[in-house]
């Protein structure tokens, strides 16, 4: 965390290269308003082999307003890692995939950079946490050790909500939450499907930038128990709607490659958000009320990933 900066929650000569990036709609002069003359984004700068650039000055950026350029006011060093949530259904019926399941998280875990912090929860029964958020290898590896399979339904939906109100209530959080859906399309228990509920969850997850990524295995049937169904639509919606990711699985097999392939992902993207700059700007005169946005540098051979809030998908 740097010292300084304000906590993520709820935010809004001649060149010797170009790199820009064009900001489309809908990024307004009311949106990017720091104060009345000046503006602010995120930039993930990187070299040509995607390591974070990290010593850049504030005289190698300049951003340009509908081709009218503004001064680079500071160029602020941001560090907000990726913190990770894994939920793991291990409701009734998972028994022939938990082991999979297990598997498929550990290498997950192994393929992650070692400073991302962890925490491991399932959801059958109700959803209960086994490790709190760590970087400590062998708790991860206690937590898989000691999920077992219940004999109640997945609660999927109310795992969200109650992650969602746990990211709300920390307000001073500087940090990207990933939520990761170990799951299947077991039967499903959750009492916060309606709108009241779901709204709330969607639009705390959205104002704490949190995304979920959902891997779940189909079962084709378990014997005398109705199935879920609910758990595969939220799945891809709420993955979709968080800028997240969802893959169905046709074996569970899948979780044991699928799931370090994630974890890789979002190594890339805890690099990027952990060395990025927060960019202020002052607004030149004349521009538009939706002026379209360059950002060039002088710096050679640099490629850049701009955000409105930090968050690099």
């Known amino acids: 965390m740097t010292a300084g900066t304000t906590p993520r929650r709820h935010l809004t000569g001649m060149l010797l290269a170009l790199v820009l990036f064009v900001f489309g709609a809908p990024w ?29 000055r504030a005289e190698e950026v300049v951003v340009e307003l509908d081709g009218e350029p503004g001064e680079t006011l500071n160029l602020e060093p941001i560090d907000w890692p990726v913190r990770v949530t894994v939920f793991i259904d291990n409701g009734i019926g998972t028994r022939p995939v938990l082991d999979d399941m297990r598997e498929g998280v550990a290498l997950f875990v192994d393929a992650l950079p070692p400073d ?47 992650e969602a109100e746990r990211l709300d209530e920390d307000a001073e959080g500087q940090y990207f939450p990933v939520i990761v859906m170990v799951a299947t399309n077991g039967p499903e228990g959750s009492s916060r499907d309606r709108d009241k509920p779901f709204t709330e969850m969607i639009e705390r997850l959205f104002a704490n930038a949190a995304t979920l990524h959902t891997r779940l295995f189909t079962h084709t049937s378990i014997t005398g128990v109705k199935q879920g169904g609910g758990q595969i639509r939220w799945g891809i919606d709420i993955s979709q709607a968080t800028g997240g990711s969802y893959q169905g699985l046709s074996s569970p097999n899948g979780y044991r490659t699928l799931l370090p392939e994630l974890a890789e992902a979002i190594g890339r993207k805890h690099r990027l958000v952990s060395n990025q700059y927060r960019v202020t700007y002052a607004l030149p005169e004349g521009i538009s009320e939706q002026p379209s946005i360059r950002i060039l540098t002088t710096r050679p051979l640099i490629n850049m990933v701009p955000t409105r809030d930090g968050n690099v998908p």
């Open 28 to 56: 307004t002069k009311t949106s990017q308003v720091v104060s009345a003359q000046s503006g602010s984004f995120f930039v993930s700068f990187t070299d040509v082999d995607g390591a974070p650039v990290t010593d850049l």
């Open 116 to 162: 991302v912090e962890v925490a491991i929860a399932t959801i059958g029964g109700r959803p209960q946490f086994w490790a709190q958020h760590t970087t400590d290898s062998q708790a991860l590896t206690d937590a898989l050790g000691v999920t077992v399979p219940e004999q109640g339904a997945a609660f999927f939906l109310d795992a969200l909500y109650e």
